[in-house]
């Protein structure tokens, strides 16, 4: 395997990318102060999830408070992400849970946010390095890394990636390799 493609796979190892995000998420649902444990005003909600939102990207993109707070932008990111959960009125949903309790309340519903930010977050990282990655290669070093991928990692891949000469594969191989990390992990847990 070339040195670049294999640097690349070592710099989107699981380990590397969505484990180190996930514990960067985890500091700062660890930090956050969110008061009581039910929340029945809607504004009251929506406030403290865009709080939130802004407390976790701010930890997980070591940007801290200079990112600063901004009420309607933040509550509306973490509405995206809620729905992107729960369905398409899925703040709503969460606003439920929160008030009522019901399916760990709160904190559950703060959990699932993070866990989703940490997905994201992680997604963006690898897709940045990947980008980097194709930027640095000719169409035909693109090819070969393609070819040199299938050869290692083709038996994980589903058939339909693989057949007739991998050409699917081939042709959106960015998007296979940014799927890389997840695919390591679940058959790490596998293995466990």
Known sequence: MTAKLERLLEEIDPSRTLDEVAARVDRAVNS??????????????????GRFYAHVEGEVLSIGERRGFHPELDAGYASQVLNGAYG???????????????????RGVLTTLAERMAVMYARNEIGARVYAFWEELSPEEWLEAAEE?????????????????????????AAVLAEHPFIIRRIRRVGR
């Open 32 to 49: 956050f102060p969110y008061g009581s444990a039910v929340v029945t005003d809607v504004e009251d909600f929506e406030e403290l999830i």
């Open 149 to 173: 991928y299938v050869d290692k990692f083709g038996h994980l891949l589903p058939s339909e990636l693989t057949e007739g000469g991998a050409w699917r594969l081939k042709g959106d191989f």
């Open 88 to 106: 398409p009125q899925g703040w709503k949903a969460a606003f439920e849970m929160a008030r009522t309790g019901v399916e760990g309340g709160l």
